[in-house]
């Protein structure tokens, strides 16, 4: 046979074979000896560690056991014999079953034994039963000892039906590791290595694979994920890079009479420190030459909007146009209404365009923006299409980038000779390593201070008994003056099952606040859009003082006058989502509330996430117990980030890494921007390999 190399095609292999071979490609995406080497094991069995009965705890992890088997006996079931054993150490007794092979079993089991059993428990009532069991008469475990940890793969049925379970894969390993491991180089140079600590590569491989402790196991792994997070960092900062230095933005050189005139006459209120900073951030881009692709992070109520109209004020001393756009058209509205009245008296022009717009407003817009006699267009996704064009676009804001994607943004970048300047504004807070990552393309401001004179939101978990003093609660700040919110979920805007509780619900609030005192208005998804926007505008104006709503008024609604935020059934909401409503109150200078409202069953995780909200209102705390509880797979913008295609690294576990592997990609790309010293030939080749296409490396000069 032909010496393996990593490149060779794992058909090969010894006992693959091209039909193996075959599943390995579709089902797991291995195709040669390099990538089998690197498909790692996503946990481990610990066959050193004894369990006794009365500490199994869980269905989802195989134990080892020693004791006594005390009896075996064929029963019939249902059609079928089985055989069933009783296995007792000095903590209880578990129950064995076999449902095939009992003769054979029962010939070479011997009933008083005692024998070391390994499987998978699982609970049947308060018993606990293990299905086809391992067993091994103690005496002769003693004799080759234990196995040690036990690496597990991950696998597929089909694969199984082949003999490639973990088991397979492992023995495969077995043949393939020390065939190939002298191969393989390393990827960071020494004195990276040495200074974060990590071990070799071929060391780690042989760790990752064949740990023979705990101790061994931990420092493969974490090698392997410095790895992992080094190149992916890596990765992000050459293509930053690629964007800063090769493309060109216009220039906003000067901060003029409009802007300044702003500032200084009509600001109503004094920046936060934090809106400052950002502000000088965005101004240095703006002013740099380079397009600014930047994103400004900041949590509900933390005032991006601010932040938006004086950049779009310097893009306008500039001589150039600004729009922006919102995902909702009654969030659009809103920003219009709101820039509109900042904006009175000043010569700057604002114009509204969105799906709704007529015809003829719509050709009116256009040769205003065609003219230049439009500054700023406010909008939708109506704004990306194609016939909206601009005389002299320069910079495009984003409001609430979770419900665009990356090509959306893409789209805005074909408005002008140039791409205009791109901001993208985020309430949806996540973990700033992970932003790192996932806005990889972007750079990245926080405004991490609320604006001054905020009082906290009161958030109280009422079960369906406290039903009354909710409804006393909301009556008081009603009678007080102020309005309240009510929102039902409505996961899938079609379930009839959702409408009626919202219909219900409506119902029961409109006998509990009767006409003419009180006035309720409804909003949700299947009302057209003028309706929707009649019911929005009386809340708004303050003519009916309850909002009955879905989570169509989730993102960006701002009525100051509103108090109180109830939500229904909210344990099933998202945190995120939960965290996003109750922005939509503390809008004024009176104690606002957020009572959530749950049936008795509740799950655990739901009932963290009412403790979560309970608890804190900092958005990034909220956000990183989100993460925990759902995995960084449902955060927006994570599918096309990559970091959902890691093999080894947990983004969420494993924060601290990726935060040190970003640290050193940077300080390694800063003393050595091409990789071409010799001590970073390894890197360099390891980085071609995994991202030649994606670095645009050859565009760097
Ligand atoms: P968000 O970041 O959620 O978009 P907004 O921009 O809507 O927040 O601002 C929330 C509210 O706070 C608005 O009513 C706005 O006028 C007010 N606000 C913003 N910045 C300040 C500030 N520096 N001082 C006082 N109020 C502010
Ligand atoms: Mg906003």
């Known amino acids: 046979m032909q010496k393996l190399t990593l490149d060779t095609p794992i058909e090969y292999l010894k006992g693959i074979g091209p039909r193996k071979a075959d599943l390995l490609k579709k089902e797991l995406q291995l195709f040669t000896c390099r990538d089998l080497l690197f498909y790692f094991p996503f946990r481990y069995v610990d066959r050193t560690r004894f369990y006794k009965i009365n500490q199994i705890e869980s269905e989802d992890l195989e134990v080892q056991l020693v004791g006594k088997l005390q009896s075996l006996q064929e029963v019939q079931g249902k059609g079928r014999k089985r055989l069933v054993g009783q296995f007792a150490d000095d903590t209880g007794t578990v129950e064995l079953v076999w449902f095939q092979g009992a003769r054979w079993i029962k010939n070479a089991l011997t009933i008083g034994g005692v024998y070391v059993l390994f499987g998978k428990p699982s609970k049947y009532g308060r018993q606990w039963n293990f299905a086809h069991p391992e067993l091994e008469l103690l005496t002769e475990f003693k004799q080759h000892g234990s196995p040690g940890f036990m690496p597990v793969y991950r696998s597929s049925e089909k694969l199984n039906a082949q003999g490639l379970n973990s088991r397979g894969i492992s023995k495969v390993m077995q043949q393939l590791l020390p065939a190939v491991i002298d191969q393989v180089g390393e990827t960071l140079a020494d004195d990276l290595r040495n200074a974060v600590k990590a071990i070799p590569i071929r060391d780690a491989l042989t760790g990752i694979h064949f740990p023979k402790d705990t101790k061994a196991m931990q420092l493969a792994s974490y090698r392997l994920k410095f790895e992992e997070c080094f190149f992916l960092q890596l990765l992000l900062h050459v293509q930053k890079r690629v964007h800063h230095s090769k493309v060109a933005g216009f220039p906003f050189e000067k901060v003029d009479a409009i802007f300044l005139d702003f500032y200084n006459n009509h600001l109503p209120f004094q920046l936060t420190n934090a809106q400052k900073r950002v502000l000088k951030e965005v101004r240095r881009d703006l002013g740099s030459g380079r397009h600014m692709n930047r994103l400004i992070q900041g949590d509900v109520g933390s005032g991006k909007t601010i932040v938006a109209l004086l950049s779009m004020l310097i893009a306008i001393d500039n001589g150039f146009q600004a729009c922006l756009m919102a995902p909702t058209e009654i969030l659009a509205q809103q920003h219009f209404n709101g820039l509109a009245e900042l904006l009175e008296g000043s010569a700057v022009t604002i114009a509204l365009l969105t799906g709704s717009t007529k015809a003829a407003e719509r050709r009116r817009l256009a040769a205003a923006r065609m003219d230049g006699s439009l500054h700023i267009t406010v909008g939708t996704h109506a704004l990306l299409e194609d016939p909206v064009q601009f005389k002299n676009l320069g910079l495009a804001i984003i409001d609430e980038q979770h419900r665009f994607g990356v090509r959306q943004r893409a789209q805005l970048w074909k408005k002008n000779t140039l791409p205009p300047h791109i901001m993208v504004m985020t309430a949806t807070p996540i973990p700033r390593t992970l932003a790192m990552t996932v806005y ?262």
């Open 440 to 701: 990889g393309d972007l750079d990245i401001s926080v405004i991490d201070e609320l604006p001054p004179g905020r009082k906290p939101i009161k958030t109280l978990h009422f079960y369906e008994s406290g039903r009354l003093r909710m409804l006393d609660l909301v009556r008081k700040e009603i009678d007080a003056g102020r309005q309240a919110y009510i929102v039902y979920p409505l996961i899938n805007e079609s379930e009839t099952l959702d409408y009626k509780d919202l219909m219900e619900g409506y119902d029961a609030i409109t006998r509990s606040f009767p006409l003419p005192k009180y006035q309720v208005s409804i909003v949700h998804g299947q009302l057209k859009p003028e309706v929707k926007e009649f019911e929005m505008q009386r809340f708004v104006s303050g003519q009916t003082q309850i909002m009955v709503a879905t989570t169509v008024i989730e993102v960006g609604v701002n009525v100051p006058n509103a108090s109180v935020m109830v939500i229904e059934s909210a344990e099933r909401f998202g945190l995120s989502q939960l965290h996003q409503l109750r922005g939509r109150v503390g809008r004024g200078a009176d104690a606002s509330y957020c009572i959530l409202m749950t049936g008795v069953k509740v799950s655990k995780e739901g009932k963290r996430r009412m403790e979560t909200m309970v608890a804190t209102q900092d958005g990034f705390k909220i956000a990183e117990v989100d993460m925990e509880l759902r995995g960084p797979g449902d955060i927006m913008g994570t599918k096309q980030s990559g970091v959902l295609d890691l093999k080894i690294v947990d983004v969420v576990k494993d924060s601290g890494i990726l935060a040190a592997a970003r640290e050193w990609a940077f300080r390694v790309l800063e003393e050595d921007p091409k990789l071409d010293k010799p001590e970073n030939a390894g890197t360099k080749a390891e980085f071609l390999k995994l991202y030649r296409d994606k670095s645009q490396w050859g565009r760097i000069s």
